[in-house]
């Protein structure tokens, strides 16, 4: 229960210390219809990707794994999109309890309140990659994160 409203607070306090420019932004992921298995393999992707990154950019990568999914374009199941390795890491190692745990909840709350601080990004890349034929739509700890 502590870990639930520790997370719920550092949810709130991230969702009011974005930039401006984003923290308008919401998502419609009404329209996703997850299982349970699929909820908890994001949760995997998000807490083994994020693992020792802040709740924020778990958020962001929450999103981009939303907005692939919501996107007509490619592919709507969910190991199709999180597997794609031109935007996730090539090695998986399963996260612990505590990561899955939060990852999931951050799933939840993102999903609940539509939240992307990405406003809409597709794409995943280190600061530095060559973002060229993408729009960036935030930059955030060494990620550039952009769509088309």
Same mark, same amino acid.
């Given at each position: 229960m502590k870990k639930t409203v520790l997370i719920l607070i550092t949810f709130i306090i991230m969702a009011f210390s974005v930039p401006p420019s984003s923290a308008i932004y919401r998502a419609d992921y009404e329209g996703l219809s997850l299982?349970?298995?699929?909820?908890?393999?994001?949760?995997?992707?998000?807490?083994?990707?994020?693992r020792g990154r802040s709740y924020f950019v778990k958020t962001c990568v929450t999103a981009v794994i939303l907005n692939? +999914?919501?996107?007509?374009?490619?592919? $709507?199941?969910?190991?199709?999109?999180?597997?794609?390795?031109?935007?996730? =890491?090539?090695?998986?190692?399963e996260p612990d309890g505590d990561e899955l745990f939060e990852?999931?909840?951050?799933?939840?709350?993102v999903l609940e309140n539509g939240v992307d601080p990405t406003c809409?990004? +597709?794409?995943?890349?280190?600061?530095? $990659?060559?973002?060229?034929?993408?729009?960036?739509?935030?930059?955030?700890? =060494?990620l550039v994160f952009a769509r088309p």
């Amino acid at each position: 229960m502590k870990k639930t409203v520790l997370i719920l607070i550092t949810f709130i306090i991230m969702a009011f210390s974005v930039p401006p420019s984003s923290a308008i932004y919401r998502a419609d992921y009404e329209g996703l219809s997850l299982s349970g298995a699929e909820k908890e393999y994001i949760a995997k992707i998000v807490a083994e990707e994020c693992r020792g990154r802040s709740y924020f950019v778990k958020t962001c990568v929450t999103a981009v794994i939303l907005n692939r +999914l919501s996107c007509p374009l490619l592919p $709507d199941e969910v190991e199709a999109v999180s597997d794609d390795r031109a935007v996730f =890491g090539e090695d998986f190692e399963e996260p612990d309890g505590d990561e899955l745990f939060e990852a999931s909840t951050l799933l939840r709350l993102v999903l609940e309140n539509g939240v992307d601080p990405t406003c809409g990004a +597709l794409f995943i890349m280190n600061k530095g $990659d060559d973002a060229a034929p993408f729009t960036v739509t935030l930059e955030t700890d =060494g990620l550039v994160f952009a769509r088309p």
